[in-house]
């Protein structure tokens, strides 16, 4: 169990982050679109060509994102009012949560908090405006210095969202946003269904 929860963090939580520089999406509406809410499929391709699909909301309640993971349907919720986030198991219908996270907003390149401003350690340079997916989106190219081998990150920023829809990094993994929808979410979306159980404690591999 504790594994899936591991892969849960690493997968859905991958979404705006890149190069190391930014912070798990995990801020409502108002934080991280200025109060664009919206929902949107996100896709994750392997360097291999695999592809893996999963969801993302966002509202303002917080942020709610859901994957397939070793075969299970888990969701993921963010509430940064509360610095908690939940694990939901769909099927089983059990939960587990983690207090206390301090869950930050993902600055984008420019802004006045981005790791781009350590140009020591990062080059972040913009490419200029493009349409992806009929959105205006601004590509942005992020060396991190330092390294034995400098590979460029790529970012594709919505101004309306304010987060990268497309992020290709440099050993060729891409993460995209696709069918987003701008639109109302659900509070129920951003919270633990009163039928939810806590995920039993697992007692494997200890001694009676």
């Given at each position: 169990?504790d594994?899936?929860?591991?892969?849960?963090?690493?997968w859905?939580g991958?979404?705006?982050?890149?190069?190391?520089?930014?912070?798990?999406v995990?801020?409502?509406?108002?934080?991280?679109?200025?109060?664009?809410?919206?929902?949107?499929?996100?896709?994750?391709?392997?360097?291999?060509?695999?592809?893996e699909?999963?969801?993302?909301?966002?509202?303002?309640?917080?942020v709610?994102?859901?994957?397939?993971?070793?075969?299970?349907?888990?969701?993921?919720?963010?509430?940064?009012?509360?610095?908690?986030?939940?694990?939901?198991?769909?099927?089983?219908?059990?939960?587990?949560?983690?207090?206390?996270?301090?869950?930050?907003?993902?600055?984008?390149?420019?802004?006045?908090?981005?790791?781009?401003?350590?140009?020591?350690?990062?080059?972040?340079?913009?490419?200029?405006?493009?349409?992806?997916?009929?959105?205006?989106?601004?590509?942005?190219?992020?060396?991190?210095?330092?390294?034995?081998?400098v590979?460029?990150?790529?970012?594709?920023?919505?101004?309306?969202?304010?987060?990268?829809?497309?992020?290709?990094?440099?050993?060729?993994?891409?993460?995209?946003l696709?069918?987003?929808?701008?639109?109302?979410?659900?509070?129920?979306?951003?919270?633990?269904?009163?039928?939810?159980?806590?995920?039993?404690?697992?007692?494997?591999?200890?001694?009676?």
């Amino acid at each position: 169990m504790d594994r899936i929860i591991a892969r849960a963090v690493k997968w859905i939580g991958a979404v705006a982050v890149f190069a190391g520089m930014v912070y798990p999406v995990a801020l409502g509406a108002e934080s991280i679109t200025g109060g664009v809410e919206f929902s949107a499929d996100v896709v994750r391709t392997t360097r291999d060509g695999r592809h893996e699909q999963g969801r993302i909301h966002v509202g303002r309640g917080g942020v709610r994102s859901e994957a397939l993971l070793n075969g299970q349907k888990v969701a993921m919720i963010y509430d940064i009012s509360q610095k908690q986030v939940w694990m939901l198991l769909l099927e089983q219908k059990f939960y587990t949560s983690r207090n206390g996270v301090d869950m930050r907003p993902p600055p984008l390149p420019d802004a006045e908090d981005s790791p781009c401003r350590q140009r020591e350690r990062f080059s972040c340079t913009q490419q200029g405006a493009e349409q992806l997916q009929g959105r205006h989106v601004l590509r942005w190219i992020v060396l991190v210095r330092g390294t034995e081998q400098v590979v460029p990150h790529e970012l594709w920023i919505d101004p309306r969202v304010r987060i990268a829809i497309r992020e290709q990094y440099g050993d060729g993994l891409v993460v995209e946003l696709r069918n987003i929808r701008e639109e109302a979410q659900s509070p129920a979306l951003f919270t633990v269904p009163a039928d939810y159980r806590p995920m039993p404690v697992s007692t494997e591999g200890t001694k009676p």
